[in-house]
């Protein structure tokens, strides 16, 4: 009888949409601003592997490669090392509410969109956000940063080492020291710093950290790797309450990754085919070593500075010793269309010259370094592009060799 009805309904859907009959086509494209960044074709055919299950051997493998991995570019022996599903933004927000509760003082440097970003979370979460503020060109000093503990008690620092809204770079070495002097956790944004600049968290005291994969290490996004202390690990396991959000509870993700000494139980459905990337993505890293990547970025980034000085345009971060290799401001000249050179680029070159954000929104162009995009060559082609696309939308600019740009 029930067959019958089910025979009898007269099913009625609307018709599928066209659009999903043409074939998919994605253009090659430089991607040159702040991340996303060019994977690898090492890194891009990792991803056509076929997809696992949550507890296959072989996945459990991987992800236990992937933790050595972590362990190396973060200079840690944290056992709590995994990564979290999500863009970046889910590394921020799985140390904010597993570290904070209702009531808990949170003390956030201020001189950036990320640090806001940070600010906004904190306050959801319910913590007692502190602020202080400086210019985004210039770092917070380490007489500042202490003082600013001093006054405000904490129970957590928040600190951008690399600002990629800004280009900026946050000397970290001796604040660890400083919070735990005062019974203060040091959380750490290091989305696009690492692997770009040198990191230590054992070394510098670091309780609590996360990068993006997508960034300096040249994986796809959509994984987030990051790392907590032995310290850290204890807060959250002696909360008054559970993690408010059961997807970033670290205690329960860390079991799933087998950072702790118990059965491991499923969490959620990981991305299997972003891991088998990232594993191939820490496997570059690994081959070529820190100190190499390290320098090989640094050294891209003076040619960029040079090349933008013979241009005569100006970088956002004027102390060279305050700029992030991996993420530089230049700053767009006055009566030029950013968008319009934009849009050049891409169009003739294929080239992603990206705005600014937060404290650089039309104010400058952000240059990445980062990725596949970290050569020598690469930093010429994109000096040659822009210097094209700005007399190409604006002829009224003139560029001389010993004078730039006028």
């Known amino acids: ?42 890194v891009l055919t990792a ?32 056992r709590a090392t995994m990564c979290v599903s999500g863009s970046a933004h889910a590394g921020m927000e799985a140390m904010l509410s597993n570290l904070l509760e209702d009531g808990d003082r949170v003390l956030i440097a201020v ?12 306050t959801r979460y319910g913590a007692d956000v502190r602020t202080i503020e400086g210019p985004p060109d210039r770092p917070f000093s380490l007489e500042t940063l202490a003082r600013a503990i001093e006054i405000h008690q904490p129970k957590c620092l928040f600190l951008t080492h690399g600002d990629s809204s800004s280009g900026l770079l946050q000397p970290l070495e001796g604040v660890g020291q400083i919070c735990h002097q005062h019974d203060c956790l040091l959380i750490v944004d290091a989305v696009a710093s690492l692997c770009g600049v040198p990191f230590y968290m054992d070394k510098w005291e670091i309780d609590a950290v996360y990068t993006g994969a997508q960034k300096v290490l040249g994986a796809p996004p959509g994984i987030t790797p990051i790392s907590i202390s032995p310290k850290a690990l204890e807060v959250i396991r002696n909360r008054r ?15 799933y990754w087998g950072c702790y000494d118990e059965p491991k139980r499923y969490h959620h459905t990981v991305a299997s085919n972003l891991i088998f990337a990232l594993r191939e993505a820490l496997a570059q890293i690994a081959e070529e070593g820190l100190e190499s990547q390290i320098k090989r970025r640094t050294e891209c980034a003076q040619i960029l500075y040079d090349g933008v000085g013979k241009m005569g345009l100006e970088i956002f971060v004027k102390d060279p010793r305050h700029r992030l290799p991996t993420v530089t401001g230049i700053m767009i000249p006055k009566g030029v269309d950013w968008w319009k050179v934009s849009q050049y680029a891409m169009n003739n070159f294929s080239l992603e010259i990206q705005g600014g954000l937060g404290p650089t929104f039309g104010k400058a162009w952000r240059v990445g370094i980062m990725g596949e995009c970290s050569t020598v060559q690469k930093i010429k082609f994109y000096l040659y592009a822009l210097k094209e696309s700005l007399t190409a939308t604006h002829p009224e600019y003139i560029f001389e060799e010993s004078n730039g740009f006028h």
């Open 241 to 255: 309450t559970k993690s408010k959000v059961f997807y970033w509870d670290l205690l329960l993700l860390g079991n």
């Open 47 to 78: 991803m056509t592997n076929t997809v696992l299950s949550n507890f296959h051997a072989e996945l459990f493998r991987t992800m236990d490669e992937i933790k050595d991995g972590l362990r190396y570019i973060f200079q840690t022996e944290n």
């Open 111 to 122: 001189n950036g969109i990320w640090a806001e970003r940070a600010v906004e979370m904190s």
């Open 1 to 42: 009888m029930v067959s019958h009805q089910a025979e009898s309904v007269k099913m009625k859907f609307t018709p599928p949409p066209t659009s999903l009959s043409n074939p998919l086509i994605i253009p090659e494209k430089i991607m040159m601003g702040p991340g996303p960044s060019n994977c690898s074709k090492r």
